[in-house]
């Protein structure tokens, strides 16, 4: 499997923030029209303040009866976030998912946002390498 960058695996990516006083109705339609399932609660300079999650929305806002409307970002966001750097390896965000039991990993350089890795599109690349992978080892079996 190739050993790309989380530089690489974030490049080109729209970052979908919102400010801590954001709504979580408004960032719930940001997340629905972006496709994501996160979004990246930065505070007025640009820093990574927190994450928000689409399991957020449903376990600690529906769930206890919140008004997504009334209640903002920042009383319901996670603030204690593990995040990475741009330049490890793929490889190190999935293991940071898989032992952490999350589905995002924010890429931060400087304390600032550049990208999202997610287990939903994290392997997208090498997914498909895999496949062709296996399709000339299939084609070398019938050969032999």
């Known amino acids: 499997m190739p050993h790309r960058t989380l530089r690489q695996v974030v490049e080109g990516q729209t970052l979908v923030s919102a400010l801590a006083d954001t709504t979580v109705r408004a960032a719930a339609i940001s997340m629905a029209s972006n496709n994501v399932g996160a979004i990246l609660v930065v505070d007025a300079a640009g820093k990574l303040a927190g994450l928000f999650t689409e399991r957020d929305v449903l376990n ?3 769930a206890r009866g919140l008004d997504p ?3 903002p970002l920042a009383a319901v966001m996670t603030t204690k976030l593990q995040t990475a750097s741009p330049d490890k390896p793929l490889a190190h965000a999935l ?3 898989f032992e952490g039991g999350f589905r995002h990993v924010p890429v ?3 304390g600032k946002p550049v990208g999202m890795v997610s287990a939903r599109n994290a392997l997208g690349l090498e997914i498909h390498q895999f496949e062709q ?12």
């Open 108 to 110: 931060v350089d400087d």
């Open 69 to 71: 409307d009334a209640t």
């Open 133 to 144: 992978e296996l399709v000339e080892r299939d084609h070398i079996a019938e050969i032999l």
């Open 95 to 97: 293991h940071m998912m």
């Open 60 to 62: 600690r806002v529906v």
